[in-house]
T-cell receptor, first 111, second 116 residues
Framework: GQQLNQSPQSMFIQEGEDVSMNCTSSSIFNTWLWYKQDPGEGPVLLIA?????ELTSNGRLTAQFGITRKDSFLNISASIPSDVGIYFC???????????FGDGTTLTVKP | DTGVSQDPRHKITKRGQNVTFRCDPISEHNRLYWYRQTLGQGPEFLTYFQNEAQLEKSRLLSDRFSAERPKGSFSTLEIQRTEQGDSAMYLC??????????????FGQGTRLTVV
């Protein structure tokens, strides 16, 4: 079946640093989504990407939909302690809207 | 609060018991999804509804699992004869489908199931 590979698996950074994480797939997706999840909570949608090559920002977050449709990246600029959490990418390739998720990138921000 | 709501947040049950979870989606959303998430993994798709119709079920959804959305609003997920391997976070999400294409999904806070 489809698999999404997220990297890195974990990151330890200093407050104020920029962060970059990515997601690759063996299959094509027509929608890419990025979510953040805090312990014991559900994922919260950060950015949705609908077109190959699309670059979208949400505050300090920027994400891009790869032109091959098989990858996406998420950047966080000037990290702050509340950015701590697990970041998941998800791909959709049918009109059903069900998502295939990666296994997440765990971000730790040191003050 | 107009987000996706799940109840209960936590459930501890003995092996062999039946459990039922409830999900109330965002009111204008016609699609509703159930996912399961285990520690260290991303959510895995279980099933989804378009209004009251259950349109797809994953192979992860064994015969002991059943989901309903009787009036196209809230949904229930029942697990019969629970096993320790059923311990996980059960997540519900909803989205709006326009012209048969689903937009992004929004998740509830999940129900954490522990089978002892």
């Amino acid at each position: 079946g489809q698999q999404l590979n997220q990297s890195p698996q974990s990151m330890f950074i200093q407050e104020g640093e920029d962060v970059s994480m990515n997601c690759t797939s063996s299959s094509i997706f027509n929608t890419w989504l990025w979510y953040k999840q805090d312990p014991g909570e559900g994922p919260v949608l950060l950015i949705a990407l609908y077109k190959a090559g699309e670059l979208t920002s949400n505050g300090r977050l920027t994400a891009q939909f790869g032109i091959t449709r098989k990858d996406s990246f998420l950047n966080i600029s000037a990290s702050i302690p509340s950015d701590v959490g697990i970041y998941f990418c998800a791909g959709q390739n049918t009109n059903a809207g069900k998502s295939t998720f990666g296994d997440g990138t765990t971000l730790t921000v040191k003050p | 609060d107009t987000g996706v709501s799940q109840d209960p947040r936590h459930k501890i049950t003995k092996r062999g018991q039946n459990v039922t979870f409830r999900c109330d989606p965002i009111s204008e959303h016609n699609r509703l999804y159930w996912y399961r998430q285990t520690l260290g993994q991303g959510p895995e798709f279980l099933t989804y509804f378009q209004n009251e119709a259950q349109l797809e079920k994953s192979r992860l959804l064994s015969d002991r699992f059943s989901a309903e959305r009787p009036k196209g609003s809230f949904s229930t997920l029942e697990i019969q004869r629970t096993e320790q391997g059923d311990s996980a976070m059960y997540l519900c999400a909803s989205s709006l489908a326009i012209l048969d294409r689903a937009l992004e999904a929004f998740f509830g806070q999940g129900t954490r199931l522990t089978v002892v």
